[in-house]
């Protein structure tokens, strides 16, 4: 069955490729991601949306986070529309779907610890 929230093949082969740098690869995207939702859920200006939006897509892509990935997308595009109306909940969706791939992540990272 394919996980809505991660795309566990994208993790293989990121760990293949990261080897030991993998769990810091792992701490850097939640670390990161915290920033960009903190910035998305403070900015009112269409532009700084789009960019954090366009930023935290590209990083939930790479690391297999697709949900998040296609909510920033969302995000994104109507940011470039100018359309804030009903922005919040939308950042509120990709506030929820984070919560639901970070523990996800951290387990990943004390799986890879573990090997």
Known sequence: MADTHLDRDVLS????????GYPE???????????????LRQTGDADQLGAAA??????SSNM????????CHELEQRAKQ???E??????????G???IV??????ERQRSLAE
């Open 64 to 71: 297999g986070a697709t949900r998040l990935a296609e909510l």
């Open 86 to 95: 009903g922005i919040e909940a939308l950042v509120g969706e990709i506030d």
């Open 25 to 39: 690869l792992l701490d850097t995207f939640l670390a990161d991601s915290e920033e960009r939702l903190s910035l």
């Open 97 to 99: 779907e984070f919560a």
């Open 54 to 59: 366009h930023s935290f897509k590209g990083s």
């Open 82 to 84: 100018k359309s804030l």
């Open 13 to 20: 082969a990121l760990q293949e490729v990261m080897e030991d």
């Open 102 to 107: 970070r523990p996800l992540y951290e387990a």
